[in-house]
């Protein structure tokens, strides 16, 4: 038995070097090379200023923008470290809701947001998408049904007509992949910059 | 459910059938250490690690030293990812500036790591520094990895040999694993994983400001160079809280697809390296279809489940199914089917929160952990798991003709039998046991997110995953105490090893026994009865052990819900 300490030791630390430190950082330096803007993770710059990732969904308050999904994620609360706050797309503390199908909390949340949504659109039913919360708390996508639902409140709000805003969410769903891997989907922030710039033009 | 949905699911399946048996051929090459097309590249860096580590290429070990060796190997990687994790705020790579991660945490994680468990008790990006995840976890996820595989590849040489007293060499076993098969495939999977979207990068955290003006912090980090070891090797332990719901651990529809066929690679080869080593492909193909019939019934049912629903949601009128815990860009199917993959394997990453599944949804993820992971399996672990069962379904045909039961060219005998037996008894003894306790304890039943059975079902999908060594969770349990950390890591410990050592024995004791040739009075093992065999025998002992247990939680929950009942 003496005799496997030697490589015991000698073969955890050179199998470490290799798979710990070799092999994470030459995969560093190969992404940065093939691949810098995925590598980086996705970010979209505005003005020179990064505005957000294409990946990771960010919080939509506004009427005048589209909104994306309900987040569950928190963060430490200011006043009592031990303690938690909501913050909705937290995208340093991932998570979701853990709320099961006989959740009273859960119950009641989906009530209030149904019923909000109803009040907003109540000419389509309310997509589940919008009202339930997604599984890391960033989820950049909606459903198209949930975008093209919220178009009544954005044209309002900005006064553009719906057809132009519908016509702009059909020009942001992706659908699945060769028609077969994942769902259809609008990614949030892509979909409220095209807006943003829709907008501008039309001002100008 | 959709046509699509099943397309998905029907593809998967014929995708990892199709690599069955070439990755097979190719492992069994680096295991009968044989020459490959990386041998030009890669022999040099094997030898010299021989040679500085004093290990003799050609000397084989006895099935004792062998498990000794790998137990010693653990040993040193509890204390690299403890120290690691107790230090972090004095190393580099730390941009984040966390600081020192508390003791039983980092025992818990230490534990969960060297067993293959990743257990997530720590929240990625809020816990650990880059120094931590890259030579704590991600050298790990790779060593345990290599572990697993190597020690099925040990019980495969027991079947195989005959009157030997050796069942190879750890050191070299766990050096060609490492080199030959995760290396070269984790290499090209991470860059295929950047170009889909994942971050590689050892910068800070980025610092965004929303259209709306909010500040947004975006935790970053070398994340695909982990996730592919993380999800070839069926480790699970993610890089963010979220695991590969996070859209920077699992971009797309696509990098989620190949994700779930790197969950089962590696664990469905195996199978046809047993088949090649014990000399008869079709016994590879036997075992990996009683696989194949568990799996299956396992995913209709949780598709099914979640396609459908819940009452709470049908009763506002949403439909499409449950969508509360999951993402858009997978939808129903890929988060369904990648839940039943995950711990049938036992990789433990979730692209979906299994806490908020439906009942029966999240009961398939449970009952499949409980199994013992044996379909596909933990790389490895997996194998070695079903070879327990299969001994054991031998020895119940066995007794129904009177006669000694073999397999393989094995006789099965009572050293075999009762060694099974400890493996497969130790698993419920864990997980029902430290459930029972966690329940009954006021202040640790307090930890649980959700009220009435699913609480319940919580702590037990804890303790099954922790002692499965799978590492998935109904998250909503505060894990991060002390009693969940302390007596998880004693679950997943025992989970590991009691189950290593007695199929380690069997190795050796099948290693040693002659070789008899197949007579007229032989079971055959490749055909259709064999399969229903082994697969009743797992359902009953498994249905035995758990089915009450089931009763309390999800069937309860179940009929709860149809009922409308809220807690």
């Known amino acids: 038995m003496l005799r496997e300490i030697r490589p015991a030791i000698v073969l955890l630390v050179g199998l470490t070097l290799i798979t710990g430190l070799a092999y994470p950082l030459a995969m560093t330096g190969l992404a940065d090379a093939f691949f810098p803007k995925q590598a980086a993770g996705s970010l979209i710059e505005k003005d020179g200023k990064v505005i957000g990732s294409a990946l990771i969904g960010q919080e939509f308050k506004d009427d005048k923008y589209f909104h994306g999904r309900p987040s569950a994620t928190t963060a430490p609360d200011p006043a009592d470290a031990s303690k938690t706050v909501p913050a909705p797309d937290n995208a340093a503390n991932s998570g979701g809701s853990n709320l099961g199908p006989t959740s009273k909390a859960l119950a009641d949340r989906l009530k209030e947001d149904v019923d909000k949504l109803k009040a907003e659109n109540p000419s389509q039913p309310v997509p589940a998408d919008l009202v339930t919360t997604s599984a890391s708390g960033l989820d950049p996508d909606i459903s198209p049904e949930g975008a093209l639902f919220q178009v009544p409140r954005v044209a309002k709000a900005r006064g553009m007509s719906e057809d132009t805003l519908r016509q702009l969410v059909a020009d942001n769903t992706s659908g699945r992949l060769i028609g077969i891997f994942g769902e259809p989907r609008v990614n949030v922030l892509a979909l409220n910059l095209a807006l943003d710039a829709a907008g501008q033009s039309r001002v100008h | 459910m959709s046509v699509i949905g099943w397309l998905q699911i029907i593809l998967y399946c014929v995708i990892i059938a199709a690599l069955t048996k070439p990755l097979g051929w190719y492992m069994t090459r680096v295991f009968n250490g044989e020459r490959t097309f990386l041998s030009p590249v890669l022999r040099p860096v094997e030898v010299s690690l021989y040679w500085i580590s004093g290990v003799d290429e050609g000397r084989e070990q006895h099935w004792l030293t062998y498990t000794i060796s790998m137990l010693l190997f653990h040993v040193g990687g509890v204390l690299i990812i403890y120290g690691l994790m107790r230090l972090q705020a004095f190393l580099p790579l730390n941009p984040a500036g966390q600081s020192a991660v508390a003791e039983d945490l980092s025992f818990n994680t230490a534990m ?104 947004q912090t975006i935790a970053v980090g070398p994340v695909a160079s982990q996730v592919a070891i993380k999800m070839l090797g069926t480790n699970g332990g993610g890089f963010f809280n979220a695991n590969a719901a996070h859209p920077f651990e699992n971009p797309t529809a696509l990098s989620n697809f190949v994700q779930m066929i790197s969950i089962f690679a590696l664990g469905a080869a195996l199978t046809n390296v047993f088949g090649r080593m014990v000399g008869n492909q079709r016994q590879g193909w036997a075992i990996l279809a009683v696989m194949g019939v568990l799996f299956i019934a396992g995913v209709i049912v949780c598709y099914w489940s979640e396609a459908n629903g819940t009452g709470m949601m049908h009763a506002l009128g949403l439909t499409g199914g449950n969508m509360e815990g999951k993402e858009v860009r997978f939808g129903i199917a890929a988060s369904s089917l990648f839940a039943v993959i995950t711990t049938a394997a036992s990789c433990g990453a979730v692209n979906a929160m299994h806490d908020s599944f439906t009942a029966l949804g999240g009961m398939i993820p449970l009952i499949n952990m409980q199994l013992g992971e044996i379909i596909v399996g933990g790389v490895g672990a997996g194998l070695y798991g079903m070879l327990l069962f299969v001994v054991l379904a031998i020895f119940v045909a066995g007794l129904m003709v009177g006669r000694t039961p073999e397999y393989v060219g094995k006789k099965i005998e009572a050293r075999e039998v009762k060694m099974a037996m400890l493996a497969i008894l130790v698993l419920p003894l864990m997980y029902l046991g430290w459930t029972a306790v966690a329940v009954v304890l006021p202040s640790t039943a307090s930890a649980m997110n959700n009220a009435g059975p699913h609480g319940f079902t919580e702590v037990l999908y804890a303790y099954t995953s922790q002692t499965g060594n799978n590492g998935s969770a109904f998250a909503g349990l505060s894990g991060n105490t002390v009693f969940y950390n302390l007596t998880g890591a004693v679950a997943m410990f025992v989970g590991r090893f009691f189950m290593i050592i007695p199929a380690m024995a069997i190795a050796g004791s099948l290693a040693a026994k002659k070789s008899i040739p197949p007579s007229a009075g032989t079971f055959p093992t490749t055909g259709g009865l064999f399969v229903g065999l082994v697969v009743g025998v797992i359902l009953i002992i498994g249905g035995l052990t758990f089915f009450p247990a089931l009763a309390l939680g999800p069937i309860v929950e179940h009929l709860a819900m149809n009922a409308g009942t809220t807690f």
Do not use: K
């Open chain 2, 112 to 215: 969960s790591f060297i067993t293959n468990t990743n257990w997530q008790n720590y929240g990625g990006e809020s816990t650990l520094s880059y120094l931590v995840q890259m030579v704590g976890l991600t050298h790990q996820n790779f060593l345990s990895a290599a572990t697993g595989i190597v020690l099925a590849v040990a019980l495969i040489r027991g079947f195989a040999r005959a009157s030997v007293r050796t069942v190879g060499n750890f050191w070299v076993d766990v050096t060609r694993c490492t080199l030959y098969i995760l290396l070269p495939i984790c290499i090209v999977y991470a860059l295929f994983l950047v170009w889909q979207g994942m971050p590689q990068t050892l910068g800070p955290y980025i610092e965004a400001t929303t259209l709306e003006g909010a500040r």
